[in-house]
């Protein structure tokens, strides 16, 4: 931060022309650049030898809470998944531009268990938590498992129905085989540790486990350790 100067907000005010408010407001959308890189605080202090400006587009609007999809590699744990979330790692997604405010309150709604991979939930926005958390009895998640063992003769029926693990009834799942060691599995109100013990229960032991939807939202072709923003048009 200069030492000298005014505040970046009163000259992008000077230079709109527009009150302090809307020029606080292009400042925290990432809107307004100073010699060529975007500064989001308003209190920075700018001299008039610095180069102001506002990019293209730019709108004098609060930025929205943003929820982000991660594709969480396998054996990081939750304080490992929000470092992943940078502009390094950003894939690419439609007109997606990321601010540093996007990591402000930014808590993870579908946590994973730390060896478990696959779609990581993170949003600012209470309109999408709550929608996950109080309808996760709902909200169909799906799951593919690597499995070694021998499975019991009615296993695959045992994790069709509700079983009782975790000191819980659990909503029944639809299993399926996709190959001698994969299986698939669907359903509602899926927590941490759960497919792992239900299939310990029938005789598997998981040696993978990768989350790839969550209601009508996806994985897709995310590669691990990349995310994206939640589209407008997404509806979990």
Sequence with gaps: MNDEGIRLAK????IVPCSRAEAERYIAGGWVTVDGAVAEDPATRVT??????????????????VTILLHKPAGVDAAGALALIEPATLAA??????????????????PLEPEASGLLVLSQDWRVTRKLVEDAARIEQEYVAEVTGAIADDGLSRLNASMRVQGRATV??????????????????????????????????????????????SLGQLPAG????????ERF
């Design 93 to 110: 997604s439609p007109n997606a531009r990321f601010l540093r405010r996007h990591l402000a309150r930014l808590t993870i709604v579908t």
């Design 48 to 65: 008039t030898a610095e180069v102001v400006a506002l990019l293209p587009g730019a709108e004098p609007v609060e930025p929205v809470p």
């Design 172 to 217: 029944p799942l639809k299993a399926s085989w996709q190959s001698e060691a994969r299986l698939r599995l669907a359903g509602k109100d899926v927590r941490p540790g759960q497919v792992a013990a239900m299939c310990a229960a029938v005789g598997l032991s998981v040696t993978s486990l990768r989350r790839l939807r969550i209601g009508r939202v």
């Design 226 to 233: 990349r995310w994206r923003y939640l589209l407008e048009t």
């Design 11 to 14: 000259r992008v005010a000077e």
